[in-house]
């Protein structure tokens, strides 16, 4: 199974379309193109800034002059950038002839470390001071009276004032237990708050903590599977195994730089038996090309102006970009052939665009050529006609390639086998009485290929069935054509009355490997263990259920049922 993420820049009018066999590995791509084009939008907008920002730190006296200058500065800048981004079109081929194409196997490992940080530890709040009764605002100044010789003469004048100071302390003292209380409740609530908050913190932080870690060893264990794949792949196509040439073909083309305004879908199969790969290959739109020349700054009116190449040489360029394409991808791919598994390559080149006349999408295959190996690599291409040379090696196209003239390809996925035979409709005889579990295996098997053929219709493809053979081999093969996402696809059908083990899952995957498949399917009447479910992870292997299988009858309409037990019985009355 393959991943994949479609990232978009809207600043620079960039997207890409990602891919990878893991989940991580995908991120990690996407990541890594977002930030690249994060810093190259930035830069733009920094040096944007710079120039509008010099327009008012001038004084009146010199500012006119000095915008001026500087703007025509930036202009010519952004004039180079706008030459470089033509001529990187016009170099395409050329550069690759320049490069050095040998694959580098260790670009499909990972070995970047985990690069979130560890959470924080949060800053946990004092607890405030406790009140003391030795604090200045709770100590008393005793009231003393003060006592004259005529209050030593007078006992009850002396009293009276003894009577009124110990009146006045008390007031005191009482005022300050009051303060004091209230000082050391308003302490107590404030603790509280401070230990309850200090608390969330921990435990906050505790979970952080722990969510880092299981993300950590979440990235381990993808870095892992992805690191082991890659020297699985790596040793699978030092067998030549077809499915394993086949995605280092996919990786072959990956690694191929192109403007990040290019598409870079391709769906690649392969005839092992004849050495031919198709490779169905998703070429740029018009608006994809550049054709800023120039950035001139207007001083009378204080304003950048963009020029553009005239309408005829955009659409020599387009073509030129186009047929440089197609003779660079040959040239990659047979280069990239180090273990001569390649007779010859078939490329059909498609467009996505927009019917001038109706307004619908449209997706024509606009060039189509088959180039033989030896005959190819004899070529000469840093000297060749781009045009002439397509045309020499036989390939279809219109005569301009910018009018999107449909041709027909010269070869798509391979669907002559002697191996199929003519199947039967099922499905209509159904009811809800009928027991899928029970049924005859061929009738059963005749009723998945029926199933996939609705399914697959709809996008044009076909599903074929195979000799009846009953020995757990091929059922039937469904050829979906869709350039991105289709290819030859194994479907095996099971009818079990017992779960599937995982030897069946296995045999399945070898299946897809021998054949060359993009993806295999499997359908059963019972269920999987879990070691079936943990084979097929990073796979490109897909498991029906019974119920699965129940559910995709109900959306076409047709009835029938699951009964594992009554079904053992018929069929070991049957002898079955």
């Known amino acids: 199974m393959m991943w994949e993420k479609r990232i978009v820049h809207r600043g620079l009018n960039a997207f890409r379309v990602v891919r990878g066999h893991t989940q ?37 006296r010199d500012k006119q002059s000095d915008v001026v200058r500087r703007s025509k500065v930036f202009a010519d800048e952004s004039t180079k950038d706008a030459e470089a981004a033509i001529e990187a079109v016009r170099s395409l081929l050329t550069d690759a002839l320049a490069k050095n194409q040998n694959f580098d ?9 985990f690069a979130k940080l560890a959470p924080d530890r949060p800053a946990l709040l004092r607890m405030p001071t406790e009140p003391s009764l030795s604090d200045p605002q709770f100590v008393i100044l005793p009231v003393s009276p003060t006592i004259t010789f005529w209050d030593w003469i007078i006992p009850g004048r002396r009293r009276s004032k003894l009577d009124d100071a110990n009146a006045a302390n008390a007031k005191l003292k009482a005022n300050v237990d009051l303060r004091y209380a209230k000082a050391r409740s308003e302490w107590e609530v404030e603790c509280e708050k401070a230990k309850r908050s200090n608390i969330a913190a921990e435990a906050g932080y ?6 880092w870690k299981r993300e950590g060893e979440e990235f381990a264990r993808q870095q892992e599977i992805q690191n082991r794949d890659a020297l699985e792949l790596h040793a699978e196509y030092l067998k030549k195994s077809p499915q394993a040439l086949i995605r280092y073909w996919h990786e072959v083309l990956i690694a191929s730089r192109y403007p990040d305004s290019f598409p870079r879908d391709c769906a690649v199969s392969f005839d092992p038996n004849a050495g031919v790969v198709v490779l169905d290959y998703e070429l740029p739109n018009q608006a994809a090309i550049p054709t800023k020349k120039q950035v001139k700054y207007v001083a009378a009116r204080e304003e ?29 791919l047979f280069k990239a052939d180090d273990l001569d598994a390649i007779k010859s390559i078939v490329f059909n080149g498609w467009v996505r665009s927009i019917d001038r ?23 000469n291409l840093a000297q060749v006609e781009l045009k002439a040379c397509f045309r020499a090696l036989k390939g279809i196209s219109g005569a301009r390639l910018l009018d999107l003239t449909p041709v027909r390809p010269m070869m798509t996925l391979n669907k002559d086998d002697k191996r199929f035979v003519d199947g039967y409709n099922v499905a209509a005889t159904l009811d809800a009485k009928t027991n899928l579990a029970a049924m005859d295996w061929l009738d059963f098997e005749n009723l998945i290929r029926e199933l996939f053929e609705k399914e697959f ?7 074929k069935i195979t000799q009846a053979s009953r020995d757990g081999g091929v059922d039937a093969i469904a050829f979906d054509p869709d350039p991105l996402r289709g290819g030859k696809i194994i479907i095996q059908a099971k009818r079990y ?22 993806k295999g399917i499997l359908v059963t009447t019972s269920d999987y263990g879990p070691d079936a479910y943990e084979f097929v992870k990073g796979k490109p292997l897909t498991l029906l259920s019974g119920s699965e299988l129940l559910y995709l009858l109900g959306t076409h309409g047709y009835e029938a049922k699951i009964d594992v037990l009554e079904a053992r019985k018929l069929l070991d009355n049957a002898g079955e």
């Open 24 to 60: 991580a590995d995908v991120e990690l791509k996407a990541s890594m193109q977002l930030l690249a084009w994060d810093a190259t939008w930035n830069k733009r907008l920094e040096q944007q800034a710079a120039a509008e920002k010099r327009l008012h730190i001038r004084s009146e």
């Open 105 to 113: 196997w260790t670009s499909l490992e990972n070995h970047h470390g």
């Open 206 to 211: 505790v979970l952080r903590v722990a969510n």
């Open 304 to 332: 950048f102006q963009d020029v553009f190449i005239s309408d005829a040489e955009a659409k020599r360029l387009y073509d030129e970009v186009l047929y440089q394409i197609c003779l660079r991808t040959l040239f990659e």
């Open 357 to 379: 006349a109706t307004g619908a999408d449209t997706h024509p295959c606009i060039m189509t050529v088959h180039a033989v190996k030896a005959e190819f690599l004899a070529l």
């Open 457 to 463: 219709k709809k996008n044009g493809g076909e599903v």
């Open 497 to 518: 009355t017992h779960t599937v083990g995982v030897s069946a899952v296995r045999d399945l995957y070898g299946t897809v490997h021998n054949e060359g498949a993009t």
